[in-house]
Each structure stands twice: as structure tokens, then as C-alpha cells.
């Protein structure tokens, strides 16, 4: 059986005989039966060397594989870091544009209200002229202007008080031989009070009473 040596062996398969060549990594022939069925068995320092040798390629080859990994996850974070901020940019970019629309819209809208606005006014306006108009031609200047201004005065005839402040809530009425006495009633109160009652007799404005 062949011997564990420190140098590498022959041996013979066919007697069994070891021995350490000279010179020669593989005898041609057994020196004892002279066969050449020979084969090597490794010794302690080539054991020793394919051990040490493996484990330095196992520990470079582990290096290796730990600097590529490295390399990898820092690929990936950079790359993750990039998504990320472009996703941040594009959110901004999407907050500043609805922002800005917003703005536009309720400029658009404060913009359409006041054009409404003016509108209304200038309608008004229109309506206003055209009533003093009117009231100018059936009263006078004088008249026309008190009436626009709900005013009441001594002398003003009926239509005028009707034309300045309104159709009436209630109208009381007392009929003699000399003169009718009628009571415009305005701004009701409560059950039977007005705050303003204007007396007209025969169709002209005597007085008022404010409240009772």
C-alpha cells in the first residue's frame, strides 16, 4: 500500500510496491516486478499546495464577487436615487402647473365678474336715465329728481308718492262732502302698525307720520 510522503510517489497496481522516482515524475517500470502499470500518489507538500493554492483562488475569487456586488448595489442605489429625484421634479413641475392654473381660472372668473358687474352697472345706468327721463317728462325736472331720491314733500300728488316710494301695504280712506282723506301705509310693524303713513287729501300730500 502506498505510504503518505511529504515528496510525491509511484506505484505499482500490480505488486503494489511504492517507491520515489529520481528524476522522473513517473517511473517507465515497478523496480520490483518491472511492470508498467505505475501510477503517482501525491505528497504532504503538493497536498499542502493545491490546498493553499485553492483557497487563495477561493478567498481572490470571493473578493471578487463581494467588489462586483459592491459595485451592483451602488449601480442600483445611484440609479434608484435618479428615479427618485426625477419623480420629486416632475411632482413639482405638476404642484407649480396647477398652481399657475389655478390662478389663471380665478383670474379668468375675477375677470368675468367684474366684466358682469360692469355690465349690471351700465344696465342700471341705462335703466336709471331712462326712468328720469320718463319722470321728467310727466312731473318736471324738480319732481323727478325728489323722486329719485324717495323724498316726500308738502304738494306732491298721489302718483308721485306712488312713483317714489312704491305701491302701498294698506290704504285707509274717509270721504266728505268737501274733500277725500286717504292714509298710505308703509313698512309694516306688526298687526295694525306702519312705520310711515303719508295723508293725501284730494290727491295731494298733507303730511306723513313716521312711526306711532
Known amino acids: 500500500m502506498a505510504k503518505w510522503n511529504k515528496r510525491s510517489q509511484n506505484y505499482c497496481s500490480q505488486c503494489g510496491y511504492s517507491w520515489a522516482p529520481r528524476g522522473h515524475y513517473v517511473s517507465a517500470a515497478c523496480p520490483r516486478c518491472g511492470a508498467q502499470n505505475v501510477k503517482t500518489t501525491l505528497g504532504c507538500s ?123 301695504v294698506d290704504v285707509s280712506e274717509r270721504v266728505l262732502k268737501t274733500k277725500t282723506t286717504r292714509v298710505y301705509k308703509y313698512q309694516p310693524l306688526a298687526r295694525g302698525r306702519f312705520g310711515l303713513k303719508v295723508t293725501i287729501e284730494n290727491d295731494v300730500v298733507v303730511g306723513w307720520d313716521k312711526g306711532e
Open 46 to 168: 503538493a497536498v499542502a499546495f493545491l490546498v493553499v493554492g485553492g483557497a487563495v483562488a477561493f478567498v481572490a475569487i470571493e473578493t471578487r464577487i463581494e467588489a462586483a456586488l459592491r459595485d451592483v448595489t451602488r449601480t442600483q442605489v445611484l440609479a434608484v436615487t435618479g428615479i427618485a429625484a426625477a419623480i420629486a421634479a416632475v411632482a413639482i413641475a405638476l404642484k407649480r402647473y396647477d398652481r399657475a392654473a389655478q390662478l389663471a381660472r380665478r383670474s379668468q372668473q375675477e375677470q368675468q365678474a367684474e366684466e358682469r358687474q360692469q355690465q349690471e352697472q351700465q344696465a342700471e345706468a341705462q335703466r336709471q336715465r331712462a326712468r328720469r327721463d320718463a319722470l321728467v317728462s310727466r312731473f318736471g325736472i324738480e319732481a323727478a329728481d325728489k323722486i329719485l331720491a324717495q323724498h316726500l314733500w308738502v304738494g306732491a300728488t298721489e302718483q308721485m308718492v306712488v312713483e317714489a316710494l312704491g305701491p302701498p
